[in-house]
């Protein structure tokens, strides 16, 4: 009762569109003070929440779910009746008012890869509307996000690794250019067929509400098309996006189609036992720091996923075989033979694909472990008696001989040296700086940084054993 009270208080009020610029607090305020209850809400709309569950102020990531009590595995923990997810449906948006035609096309000039602010819009278009279904949901959300388009310029800088600032370029220019779209697109438009009650929309509260979908939405399974397929479709869950992320989730999103109505309904079910107050965690992807940053605003430590970007450049190559020790290869100079495979590898050829990663679950990528294998091998009937998987793999022991891949490990080290050359600043200087009490952006920024050099360390570690167990093979077999 008290909680519907709450609802219609806030429903009648004129809700601005304004973002606070960055992200400063740890852990940033709702959108109004005291939002109305979640829980409640997805109940009373005929939602399922386990009675043991219950939001919290997590320690570290903001609010979270928890167990108050012990919930055995497989138990239903959520489930959302079908009405609650928030969507971006272009064509129940098309057959709509006006306002919802302003929406898809604006939505149809956002680029797919920013496939985030295409919900946004619907989110911010929701967030305007006095009367919103999905209000006691959106004031929920946080005022402020911690991603790096919200980064005072020095902490951008500080994050000191090209690949991502290139990212949060695009991102910020987009944005800027945007709200010009948006704002020409909302000039001269009559007050039923504007999609933000009239409001100016700034590149800041599109920032906002990117970053509120691409930090919270999944990408499920949407409803059935005509031709019988599903296409995955972003969506904002409310109160299942308060689970916090972990690479050990206890906790899963599950859909099934309901028997009575053929929707699709969307559940959380545990997947271990849950403890007495252990928080309810998903598995946002096994992605990379960089992702992780962009997109939700935070960095894990020693992220098994997280890895580095280079360029495939025969000079690059060629510098750090030089600097490795080994032997007269010439990379930037590939015989035909060789030169083919790179054409294979895609290294080569019209549209060729240079970049190329080190560290995640792979270690090296492996087209670049087979180029190292190939362009330092010479003798060509043996390279071509093996196929590229093998010549791609890390688990397909020396396949071009023990020399051979002490070579290729040996120049994938020097890689590594190069690349943690490319930061300007000492890993010691990094935790001087953290332990200097620094605000929150500054901290993320270091931490990012910190990591990636970790990550490089921990690889150079990885293949210096594998060079020395090499090593250590070859001499048993000359003396034997
Ligand atoms: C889907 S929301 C989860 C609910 C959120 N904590 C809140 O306060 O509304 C995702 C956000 O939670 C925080 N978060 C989730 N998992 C985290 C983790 N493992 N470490 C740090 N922050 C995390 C990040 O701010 C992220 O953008």
């Keep these: 009762m008290a909680a519907s009270k709450m609802i219609m208080s806030s429903l009648n009020q004129f809700r601005p569109l304004t973002c606070a610029a960055t992200a400063t607090v740890s852990y940033p305020s709702r959108l109004v003070p005291h939002p109305p209850d979640l829980v409640k809400w997805v109940t009373g709309e005929g939602g399922f929440v386990h009675q043991g569950v219950k939001i919290s102020q997590d320690a570290t990531n903001g609010l979270g779910l928890i167990a108050s ?12 009746p079908h009405r609650l997810p928030l969507k971006f449906s272009p064509l129940a948006i098309n057959g709509g008012d006006g306002a ?19 919900l946004g819009l619907k989110l911010l278009h929701e967030r305007a509307k006095v009367g919103s279904f999905w209000w006691p949901y959106i004031s929920n959300l946080p005022e402020t996000y911690s991603v790096p388009i919200f980064f005072p310029g020095e902490d951008i800088k500080k994050l000191q690794y090209a690949p991502l600032l290139y990212q949060i370029n695009k991102r910020c220019r987009f944005l800027l250019d945007f709200e010009k779209e948006v704002s020409s697109a909302l000039e001269h438009l009559k007050a039923n067929d504007h999609p933000f009650e009239g409001q100016s929309v700034h590149a800041s509260s599109l920032g906002w509400a990117m970053s509120a979908v691409s930090s919270r939405a999944f990408s499920l399974c949407g409803e059935k098309l005509p031709d019988g397929t599903h296409n995955n479709v972003p969506m904002m869950l409310p109160l299942i996006d308060m689970c916090n992320h972990s690479f050990y989730p206890n906790a899963q999103i599950i859909q099934e189609q309901d028997t009575r109505t053929s929707k699709i309904l969307i559940k959380v079910v545990a997947e271990t036992a849950i403890k007495q107050n252990d928080p309810l965690l998903l598995n946002y992807g096994c992605l990379n720091n960089d992702l992780f940053l962009l997109d939700y605003g935070f960095v894990l430590t020693s992220n098994p996923y997280d890895c580095i970007e280079l360029k495939y450049d025969g000079a690059l190559l060629d510098a750090a075989s030089t600097a490795a020790g080994v032997s007269s290869p010439n990379f930037s100079a590939p015989a035909p033979w060789q030169q083919q495979i790179l054409s294979q590898l895609n290294f080569e050829g019209e549209a060729p694909i240079l970049k190329v990663t080190l560290g995640g679950p792979e270690l090296v990528e492996g087209r670049l472990l087979a180029a190292l294998r190939v362009l330092l091998a010479d003798d060509s009937r043996t390279v071509q008696k093996l196929d590229l998987n093998t010549l791609k793999s890390m688990s397909a022991e020396a396949p071009l001989g023990i020399a051979n891949e002490v070579a290729a490990f040996r120049t994938m080290i020097a890689l590594c040296v190069i690349a943690l050359e490319h930061f300007p600043t000492k890993m010691s200087e990094d935790e001087s700086l953290l332990k200097q009490g620094v605000s929150a952006s500054t901290e993320l920024a270091v931490k990012f940084r910190i990591e990636k050099k970790y990550m490089i360390i921990d690889l150079m570690r990885d293949l210096t054993r594998r060079v020395k167990t090499l090593s250590e093979k070859e001499k048993a077999t000359v003396q034997d």
């Design 100 to 118: 919802g035609a302003v929406l898809v096309n604006l939505a149809r000039r956002v680029p797919e890869e920013l496939w985030a602010m295409k």
């Design 69 to 80: 009590q012990e919930i055995p595995k497989g138990s239903l923990l959520i489930s959302l």
